[in-house]
C-alpha cells in the first residue's frame, strides 16, 4: 500500500505568530485524533520553519519548505540553501511549482538542479508540474507533463526516487476555483505513473505517490481522493482555514 498525503501550501501567507498559532492548533488535533492513513504536511514559509518544527515534533505532522535555492551555499543574497532547510528539522521541500515556474521563471533544468540538491541534503522532494490552460485546450498536456518529469525528475537514480512525492497540479486549476474532474486527475495519473513505470519499473510506480492540487477544497476532495491514482492532494487556499484543510485530511 502506498502513503496517501495531503500537503498544505501555505504560500506567502500569515505573520511568524499567526503562522505558529495555526500550526499549534491544527498539531493539536492530529495529536487528538491521528490522521488514519494519512500523512500530514504543513509546508509554510522559510521563516516559521524553525517554529512550526519545535510544534510538531510529536511527529503527527511532518514540515515541509515551498522552495529551495539552487546552489549548495555561498554568496546567494537572500537565498536559503536545502540544508538550511534541512537544520530547521523540515523532511520536505517544494519543488517546481507553477508559480515558482511562471513568476520567478524556473525551468526545467534548474529544478532538477534543486531536486538534487534537496535529497543531497537529506530532504524528501514533492515535485510539482503541471500543463497551462492553453495546453489543456491545445491537447498538449501529457506531452507537456511528460517533458516537465523527463528533464526535472526522471535524471535521478531509481534509488532515489523513495524519496519523492510526485505533485500534478494543473495550472487552470490553481486558485481559480477550476478543479480537474475526477476523471481529468485519474486519467493524467495514471499516465504519470505509467511513465514512472516505464523509467524505473513497476515497484518504484506502484510506491510513488501522485497527489493531486489545484482548488482542492472539502466539497471535491473525497471524489478526487477515490481515484485509484489519486494518493491525496497538495493544498493551496483550503490549507489556510483549519476546518477545510482538516477535512480534507479526512476525506482521504
Ligand atoms: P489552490 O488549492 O489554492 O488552488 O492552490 C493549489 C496549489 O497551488 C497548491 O500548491
Redesign the pocket.
Same mark, same amino acid.
Given at each position: 500500500m502506498r502513503k496517501k498525503i495531503v500537503a498544505g501550501?501555505w504560500k506567502m501567507n500569515m505573520s511568524l505568530e499567526e503562522g505558529l498559532r495555526f500550526a499549534r492548533s491544527v498539531d493539536q488535533y492530529f495529536r487528538e485524533k491521528p490522521a488514519g492513513k494519512a500523512e500530514v504536511i504543513l509546508c509554510t514559509p522559510f521563516i516559521h520553519l524553525p517554529g512550526v518544527a519545535e510544534i510538531v515534533k510529536s511527529g503527527k505532522v511532518a514540515l515541509g519548505a515551498q522552495n529551495c535555492a539552487s546552489e549548495a551555499s555561498g554568496a546567494y543574497t537572500g537565498e536559503v540553501s536545502a540544508f538550511m532547510i534541512k537544520s530547521t528539522g523540515a523532511q520536505y521541500v517544494i519543488i517546481g511549482?507553477s508559480e515558482r515556474r511562471s513568476y520567478y521563471n524556473e525551468n526545467d533544468k534548474l529544478l532538477n538542479k534543486k531536486t538534487v540538491l534537496a535529497l543531497n541534503s537529506g530532504l524528501k522532494a514533492i515535485f #510539482?508540474f503541471g500543463e497551462v490552460k492553453e495546453e489543456r485546450e491545445a491537447g498538449t498536456h501529457f506531452i507537456i507533463v511528460k517533458r516537465q518529469l523527463d528533464e526535472g525528475l526522471f535524471t535521478l537514480p531509481v534509488e532515489e526516487m523513495n524519496k519523492i512525492v510526485i505533485a500534478y497540479?494543473p495550472v487552470w &486549476? +490553481? !486558485?481559480t476555483g477550476l478543479t480537474a474532474t475526477p476523471e481529468q486527475a485519474q486519467e493524467m495519473h495514471q499516465y504519470i505513473r505509467g511513465l514512472v513505470k516505464e523509467k524505473y519499473g513497476n515497484d518504484c510506480a506502484k510506491q510513488m505517490p501522485i497527489l493531486y $492540487? !489545484?482548488? #482542492?477544497k472539502p466539497s471535491n476532495a473525497a471524489e478526487l481522493f477515490s481515484k485509484p491514482d489519486v494518493d491525496g492532494g497538495? +493544498? $493551496? !487556499? &483550503?490549507s489556510l482555514k483549519k476546518e477545510d484543510f482538516i477535512a480534507i485530511v479526512e476525506a482521504v
Open positions: 501550501n511549482h #510539482c497540479e &486549476a +490553481i !486558485g $492540487g !489545484g482548488s #482542492c497538495l +493544498i $493551496g !487556499g &483550503a
